[in-house]
């Protein structure tokens, strides 16, 4: 296992693939599984025609080091706090034991606050970055409970910008690649709020395991788990679709003249 290469391109030869990394070096197996995420590269290479669309969801997100007080704030592992065209949704996010193998960074216990507005709210429109979206936030809500503006404030982590995330312009379709293949996000990109993602990604994993542990064959066992996966993956994009509905905030009503 290698850590901090980018895969920059990839080639199919008879027998296995061979792909390039940023820095130059490269490297060669008989398969490539692209778990690159929604910006995947390597769907990128296997489906060059794919563009993104606006998810219609706009938003700010952060995370605030879990104490007594936020924990009150999170009931099981998420709450939803309706405001006037605003929710607030907060996420525990409690580990029992610190994620420190495998390399990840160590991090405390933290509540994980999402800021969603319609995508008409003023503060939704496309802004320059911004140093410190906590600024916006805060002036939004403006007001509410002090437990919930010192969890803003208290943040040690945030984005830069209140902006929509993407989505694929179309279903993924099959492509003509027989040693490469994609999951989780790069396959089937969802929306945070469709709560599936993740889920999705790792039921990939364990088709793609068991294909091609149980099969010699690994072109045809791609081919099988490529035909199953983009049935179901296709299905999760539109199930989190449906299920932002229950997220977004209403639209102010248009003001009378
Ligand atoms: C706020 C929020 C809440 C969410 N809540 C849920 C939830 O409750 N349930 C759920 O199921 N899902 C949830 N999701 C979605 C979930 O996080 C994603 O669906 C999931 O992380 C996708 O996993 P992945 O491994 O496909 O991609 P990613 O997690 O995006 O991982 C891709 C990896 O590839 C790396 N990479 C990218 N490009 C290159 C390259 N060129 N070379 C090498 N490496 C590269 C990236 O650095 C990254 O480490 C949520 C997402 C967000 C943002």
């Given at each position: 296992?290698?850590?901090g290469?980018?895969?920059?391109?990839?080639?199919e030869?008879?027998?296995g693939?061979?792909?390039t990394?940023?820095?130059g070096?490269?490297?060669?197996?008989?398969v490539l599984?692209?778990?690159d995420?929604?910006?995947?590269?390597?769907?990128?290479?296997?489906l060059?025609?794919?563009?993104f669309?606006s998810?219609?969801?706009?938003?700010?997100?952060g995370?605030?080091?879990?104490?007594?007080?936020?924990r009150?704030?999170?009931?099981?592992?998420?709450?939803?706090v309706?405001?006037?065209h605003?929710?607030?949704m907060?996420?525990?996010m409690?580990?029992?034991?610190a994620?420190g193998?495998?390399?990840l960074?160590?991090?405390?216990?933290?509540?994980?606050?999402?800021l969603?507005?319609?995508?008409?709210?003023?503060a939704?429109?496309?802004?320059?970055?911004?140093?410190?979206?906590?600024?916006?936030?805060?002036?939004?809500i403006?007001?509410?409970h002090?437990?919930?503006?010192?969890?803003?404030?208290?943040?040690?982590?945030?984005?830069?910008?209140?902006?929509?995330?993407?989505?694929?312009?179309?279903?993924?379709t099959?492509?003509?690649?027989?040693?490469?293949t994609m999951?989780?996000?790069?396959a089937?990109l969802t929306?945070?709020?469709?709560?599936?993602?993740?889920?999705?990604?790792?039921r990939?994993a364990?088709?793609?395991?068991?294909r091609?542990?149980?099969?010699d064959?690994?072109?045809?066992s791609?081919r099988?788990?490529?035909?199953?996966?983009?049935?179901?993956?296709?299905e999760?994009?539109?199930?989190?679709?449906?299920?932002q509905?229950?997220?977004?905030?209403?639209?102010?009503?248009a003001k009378?003249?």
């Open positions: 296992m290698h850590f290469k980018k895969l920059a391109s990839v080639d030869t008879a027998t693939v061979r792909v990394f940023a820095d070096t490269m490297a060669e197996g008989d599984i692209g778990a995420g929604g910006h995947s590269v390597v769907r990128q290479l296997l060059p025609h794919f563009g669309v998810a219609d969801l706009c938003g700010a997100m995370r605030t080091p879990l104490t007594e007080r936020f009150r704030l999170v009931y099981g592992r998420g709450t939803m309706k405001g006037p605003l929710n607030l907060l996420g525990r409690e580990f029992a034991n994620p193998p495998l390399g960074p160590p991090t405390s216990s933290y509540v994980r606050w999402v969603l507005m319609p995508p008409d709210h003023p939704a429109q496309p802004t320059a970055v911004m140093p410190d979206v906590r600024k916006v936030v805060l002036e939004l403006d007001g509410w002090e437990d919930l503006t010192d969890l803003i404030k208290q943040s040690d982590a945030f984005n830069s910008a209140i902006g929509s995330p993407v989505l694929l312009d179309q279903p993924v099959a492509w003509d690649a027989e040693r490469i999951l989780g996000d790069a089937h929306i945070a709020s469709g709560g599936n993602g993740a889920n999705t990604a790792l990939d364990e088709q793609l395991t068991q091609l542990t149980n099969d064959d690994v072109v045809a791609l099988a788990y490529q035909t199953e996966m983009l049935e179901y993956g296709n999760a994009v539109e199930f989190a679709k449906e299920n509905k229950n997220f977004v905030p209403e639209s102010a009503p009378a003249l």
